[in-house]
């Protein structure tokens, strides 16, 4: 069991994956994550979240690059006044997450999320971590029924694991609870090129479990389990009871969706 009363790190990725993303191109920013949802730039309104969270004692941000930054005064002040460490991003997100775990103290939880993690707030932010530090492992992702995040909105369609037990959403909520768990961040290396396609991803956990998957005899307890024993470190899942803990901005379609949510939230 982890110490409770210790608060996590967040970090947050907030470069864009390739050159000419299309939220980005959408909006008219050189960024994404400088995207504005009701008027105020998606990144802003995940170091908020964070910042609000009595579970998050400091923020580290990871991207957008340097020349962005200096072209960013509220962002580059946010980072000169010390409320956000920056990091500069390397090549992939994964790789970026490496290298500032591997800088900070291994007995440090840390929260990863990304910066199109638009409708993030502290209550999400609290559930997550406070049901991660209570459970015995390592790494703990958080995730969403895929039937209650369809429900809330019918109008968007969520990339989903189908497992036996239903069908998941990830939710770019990441638990680094342990030394250990810097491990994971290798695991993921492996599978991020493959991370909308689910079949190719549970291939690492070995045939046996694919052959379960195909059969939708595979759990998500089993792959979780599966996962622990091939890759060294113990992982977990929390299931948010937050639709729109799964919902992130990667098309213009999301942005439009995103942007509906948040002005119905003002009325």
Not at 40 to 57: H, K, T, W, Y
Not at 134 to 160: F, L, M, N
Not at 174 to 197: G, H, M, N, Y
């Amino acid at each position: 069991m982890h110490n409770t009363q210790q608060a996590f790190t967040a970090l947050v990725l907030a470069a864009d994956r390739e050159p000419d993303d299309p939220v980005a191109k959408t909006a008219g920013v050189p960024c994404k994550s400088l995207t504005p949802i009701g008027g105020i730039p998606m990144v802003f309104r995940v170091i908020n979240a964070l910042g609000s969270s009595a579970e998050i004692d400091a923020i580290i941000l990871c991207g957008p690059p340097k020349s962005i930054v200096n072209q960013t005064a509220d962002l580059e002040n946010l980072i000169a006044s010390g409320i956000v460490k920056w990091y500069a991003n390397q090549a992939t997100p994964s790789t970026s997450a490496y290298h500032v775990l591997q800088g900070l103290p291994d007995e440090v939880p840390v929260l990863l999320t990304t910066a199109d993690h638009a409708l993030l707030s502290a209550r999400i932010v609290d559930h997550f971590c406070s049901h991660a530090k209570s459970t015995d492992c390592d790494v703990v992702i958080g995730i969403a029924r895929h039937e209650e995040v369809a429900k809330a909105y019918p109008q968007t369609r969520r990339t989903a694991t189908r497992l036996a037990d239903g069908a998941y959403c990830g939710c770019n909520l990441f638990a680094f609870l342990t030394p250990r768990a810097r491990l994971a961040a290798d695991f993921w290396r492996q599978v991020e090129s493959q991370r909308k396609k689910p079949l190719r991803v549970i291939r690492v956990l070995g045939w046996m479990a694919v052959l379960r998957y195909l059969l939708g005899r595979l759990s998500l307890e089993e792959a979780l389990n599966r996962i622990s024993r091939r890759l060294g470190f113990k992982a977990g899942a929390v299931i948010m009871p937050f639709a729109d803990a799964a919902l992130d901005v990667d098309s213009a379609g999301d942005l439009e969706l995103v942007e509906k949510i948040i002005a119905d939230k003002r009325k």
